[in-house]
């Protein structure tokens, strides 16, 4: 079966670059949440969009910014970056209704900020 | 506000031994429940999931919980180890509510010995 799939798997970055991070929910999942773990952390929960409109804000910089698109993927855009945005950083997708609680996971991105 | 709390930062166990990862949660609703477990350098993958309906949970490669109310726990166990069990375990709160955003303890390592 199709998972969430998220790209890159690996990025590194310098301090005050850009960072662009793509995830691919599930087909047919209306809904998409991000989340950062930072080294030795629980995941952290930074936002999230139902049918392409914000749904939730939790602890996300200003820096950052997301957006899901009509075909429901969704970028999570980190500008300024900074040695302490370096994390893994999951996407996880659901379908609203009955059992949407259910997330399921990506991979993740590793980003690595020098 | 949810919460939960993972009892065990890190838990070891010999090889075909039962296995007890305990947590405890907070909330002011009645909860969505789960475990996820994460491989070095892995995705998070769901175990299993509580959502109100019977309290002793089943989920993939043996493992199982049990929703107390009363102790405002859910423990995970399995019979026997294996060494592939060896990972780290998330226990996981769920708002009922729309956003559905998850709210992670702060994990516990579970060491496999031979």
């Known amino acids: 079966a199709a998972g969430v799939i998220q790209s890159p798997r690996h990025l590194i970055k310098e301090k005050r670059e850009t960072a662009t991070l793509k995830c691919y929910p599930i087909?047919?999942?209306?809904?998409v949440y991000w989340y950062q773990q930072g080294p030795g952390q629980d995941p952290q929960f930074l936002i999230s969009?139902?049918?392409?409109?914000?749904?939730d804000k939790g602890s996300i910089p200003d820096r950052f910014s997301a957006q899901q698109f009509s075909d429901y993927h969704s970028e999570l855009n980190m500008s300024s970056l900074e040695l302490g945005d370096s994390a893994l950083y999951f996407c996880?997708?659901?379908?609203?209704?009955?059992?949407?609680?259910?997330?399921?996971f990506g991979a993740g991105t590793r980003l690595s900020v020098l | 506000a949810q919460s939960v709390t993972q009892l065990d930062s890190h838990v070891s166990v010999s090889e075909g031994t039962p296995v007890l990862l305990r947590c405890n949660y907070s909330?002011?609703?009645?909860?969505?429940l789960f475990w996820y477990v994460q491989h070095p350098n892995k995705g998070l993958q769901l175990l299993l999931k509580?959502?109100?309906?019977?309290?002793l949970v089943k989920g993939i490669n043996g493992f199982e919980a049990e929703f107390k109310k009363s102790e405002t726990s859910f423990h995970l166990t399995k019979p026997s180890a294996h060494m592939s069990d060896a990972a780290e375990y998330f226990c996981?709160?769920?708002?009922?509510?729309?956003?559905?955003?998850?709210?992670f303890g702060q994990g516990t390592t579970l060491q496999v010995k031979p």
């Open positions: 996880a997708s659901s379908l609203q209704g009955a059992g949407k609680n259910i997330q399921y």
């Open positions: 087909p047919r999942h209306d809904t």
């Open positions: 969009f139902y049918e392409k409109m914000q749904s």
């Open positions: 909330s002011s609703y009645s909860p969505s």
């Open positions: 509580y959502t109100s309906a019977a309290t």
């Open positions: 996981v709160v769920s708002l009922s509510s729309n956003t559905g955003k998850l709210i």
